[in-house]
């Protein structure tokens, strides 16, 4: 079986001495971010983008991966100590976890979301491995139409699953593919939207983008929010499950292990979203359901399950058919054109190395997570007594010379600068600015396939109905569409990301 | 009244940048569908983007009291004296000195004084000062060298925090801390290619 030749290569890769450096710096990075609450993988990822240019492509996904799926281990720890959410996708963990440690369950609580977590991730593994030659050989026989219509599937699920409103989503998304558009079109080489500067000739800078949005504005946001530190109280315990605890969280972290799975893959979708998907349906389908309200194990095993699963396999339509499925594989996008690698169905192929390795090394990372998080655990507490007046700071020097050094041109920075006060602004709207991340990485490769589909056609639109492929993405993203118009599913939605 | 501000001001917002794209577009050849000139994804994609905005204008008008934060006085002063004194150094600068005519320190200056100006009002402190000290870094990092950027860059930014402006020896502490570690993560590991001190001009 080719798939054992292909792991066995790609743990030779994962094992050596700089990835397994950069996985743990990845993986400490992550769970230290992931406990603070205030900073976030999208965040991190871009600050720490220009640092990985140094590095070879498979290293620096490595340890980008590490923080993003590290983040959701770390996110757990404040949720359950603190009632506090470290990440977006820990918010349903501070429901039953915090009430678990009022009991004097706090180390039950930990231990399961380490467990499940490190569970739902060694599953995440093989699915990924598994589904890269599998998702590879289907998607050579998409056209440029069928990719056009597969990323336009990717991004109207994107608007629709992002918070607030799916129509300023999509107006998002489309401002995003205009923003995009900045720089010479590689068809004509006619500057486009450069205004004469030479520095835009390659488009607007991506580092400087998602720094000046995701990280400066949440940095500026973030210091107008009070900052409500509770003192810890509640003592840690000990780490480990009473057997009736173990009974209890083990169907909730296979259930959770599933919908973290699935709605990984899903374009849009990702670690939030998976664990208030898996809260949900514990919270109907669980065994001690009616402990809900008063820390019940299953809705943290669950959620915390789910969430790891989904960060990994949320790389999947990144690794097999180049299309992000949420804002942080658009960082990872970003970071492998950077590399000079074509993200796409032939990365496979092309890249071996980069995809098995980075697949082993997903799960050596897991493996590293779970000594990071459970014994190492009072480390991380008392990384949460520090202020974030101290903390500020020191993200907008990484952020400044982050900025600066990937083209070596201040320019950079002043794109920061300009999107920090853009992205401020969007806040203060109500604007996403996830939507428009995705839609200015995806934008410039819509255009190519779109220009390719219409050579080939003969100018002729029918053919993104015509082809099979094709049609059933335009019906999906038509389906998903209305289907947000219908009352009950936005109540349902908007209840969900309420928390 | 169930207007939401917030939605309205969005769907202009969408689209003046649409109409400024399509007035900036109309240099670049459309051509035809099957042979898609420069201009023409730009096309679809700025009306799609009107009419996006206009639908998002229209369902604001009815999706409930979401109104914009209200502005005080001082700080829609504030701002329009802000793009007042960015605009007057930057057709001043040159005057100054020579420096400001090279690459975008010009630029850079007019960042600086006008987040500054915007510090005036408390509402827009946070914003003005933690944007002043990047524009601070850019300008003075190629000539000045790593330490006087990062030096200057977190001294702006601690005002933005009242604890800090209340103890500067924090700062202090901060500072050399960062300078530390900048110096080692970036200049010793990771070498990155600038100067550290100011150069011998």
């Known amino acids: 079986m080719e798939i054992f030749a292909n792991l066995a290569h790609g743990f030779s890769v994962a094992l050596s001495f700089q990835n397994l450096l950069f996985a743990l710096i990845g993986a400490l990075i992550g769970t230290a971010i992931g406990v603070l609450p205030g900073i976030g993988p999208v965040a991190t990822i871009s600050l720490l983008l220009p640092i990985t240019f140094g590095q070879p492509a498979t290293t620096a996904i490595i340890m980008l991966a590490g923080i993003y799926y590290g983040a959701q281990y770390g996110g757990s720890t404040t949720a359950i100590l603190l009632n506090l959410p470290g990440e977006v996708s820990s918010v349903v963990t501070t429901l039953e976890g915090y009430k678990m440690a009022r009991n004097g369950r706090a180390g039950a609580a930990l231990a399961t979301s380490a467990l499940g977590s490190f569970f739902a991730g060694s599953v995440a593994t093989v699915v990924v491995a598994a589904s890269g030659p599998l998702l590879t050989s289907v998607a050579l026989s998409f056209g440029p139409a069928d990719y056009f219509s597969l990323m336009l599937l990717g991004l109207i699920i994107a608007a629709v699953l992002a918070q607030g409103s799916v129509l300023k989503s999509i107006g998002m998304v489309v401002l995003g593919v205009a923003l995009g558009l900045v720089g010479t079109d590689v068809q004509t080489g006619q500057q486009r939207f450069t205004f004469g500067i030479p520095e835009l000739s390659d488009g607007i800078s991506f580092v400087a983008l998602a720094m000046g949005m ?42 959770g292990t599933l919908v973290g799975t699935v709605l990984g893959i899903l374009p849009g979708g990702g670690a939030s979203l998976a664990s208030f998907g898996s809260f949900m349906m514990e919270r109907k389908m669980s065994r001690g359901r009616a402990m809900f309200g008063q820390g019940a194990i299953e809705g943290v095993a669950g959620p915390e399950a789910a969430n790891n699963a989904a960060a990994q396999t949320s790389f999947i339509p990144l690794l097999t058919l180049g299309i992000p499925s949420n804002a942080v594989m658009a960082l990872m996008v970003g970071a ?164 | 009244m169930k207007l939401s501000a917030k939605d309205i001001a969005s769907g ?46 229209l369902v604001g008008l009815g999706s409930g009291p979401d109104p914009l934060e209200r502005w005080t006085g001082l700080e829609t002063g504030s701002l329009i004296l802000a793009i007042i004194a960015g605009t007057v150094t930057y057709l001043v600068a040159p005057s100054i000195s020579e420096f400001f005519t090279q690459t975008y320190n010009g630029v850079g200056l007019a960042m600086l004084v006008g987040f500054l100006v915007l510090c005036w009002a408390a509402g827009w402190r946070l914003l003005g000062y933690v944007c002043a000290s990047l524009a601070f870094f850019s300008l003075v990092l190629e000539k000045g060298g790593l330490m006087l950027a990062l030096i200057g860059t977190i001294g702006i930014s601690a005002m933005a925090d009242p604890d800090h402006r209340a103890r500067p020896l924090g700062v202090l502490g901060i500072m050399i801390f960062l300078l530390a570690l900048c110096w080692w993560i970036f200049i010793k590991e990771l070498d990155i290619r600038v100067a550290v001190w100011p150069m011998q001009n």
């Open chain 1, 336 to 499: 492998l054109i950077i590399q000079g690698i074509q993200p796409g169905p032939r990365m496979v192929e092309a890249q071996p190395d980069l995809f098995w390795g980075l697949i082993a090394s997903m799960w050596i990372g897991n493996v590293m997570l779970l000594v990071i998080n459970l014994p190492m655990i009072g480390m991380w507490v008392k990384l949460l007594q520090v202020p974030y007046k101290f903390l500020y700071p020191s993200i907008l020097v990484f952020c400044a010379i982050g900025a600066y050094s990937t083209n070596n041109n201040v320019f950079d920075v002043y794109t920061t600068v300009v999107f920090a006060v853009i992205g401020y602004m969007f806040n203060k709207l109500k604007m996403e600015p996830a939507p428009l991340l995705i839609g200015f990485v995806l934008g410039p490769m819509m255009e190519e396939h779109l220009r390719r589909a219409m050579l080939l056609s003969r100018g002729d639109p029918m053919v993104f109905i015509q082809r099979p492929i094709s049609a059933s993405m335009l019906a999906i993203a038509a389906v998903a569409l209305l289907a947000m118009t219908l009352p009950n599913l936005r109540k349902g939605k908007e209840a969900a990301m309420a928390g």
């Open chain 1, 214 to 255: 995701f990280g400066i504005a949440e940095i500026i946001l973030n210091l107008e929010k009070p900052e409500a530190r509770s003192v810890l109280k509640t003592k840690v315990g000990q780490l480990w499950l009473t057997k009736e605890e173990w009974k209890r969280a083990t169907p909730s972290v296979l259930r």
């Open chain 2, 12 to 57: 202009l917002f969408l689209i003046l940048i649409a109409a400024i794209g399509l007035w900036l577009n109309e240099d670049h050849a459309l051509g035809t569908a099957r042979r898609m000139g420069p201009g023409y994804m730009p096309m679809l994609v700025f009306w799609l983007q009107i009419a996006l905005g206009v639908l998002v204008i």
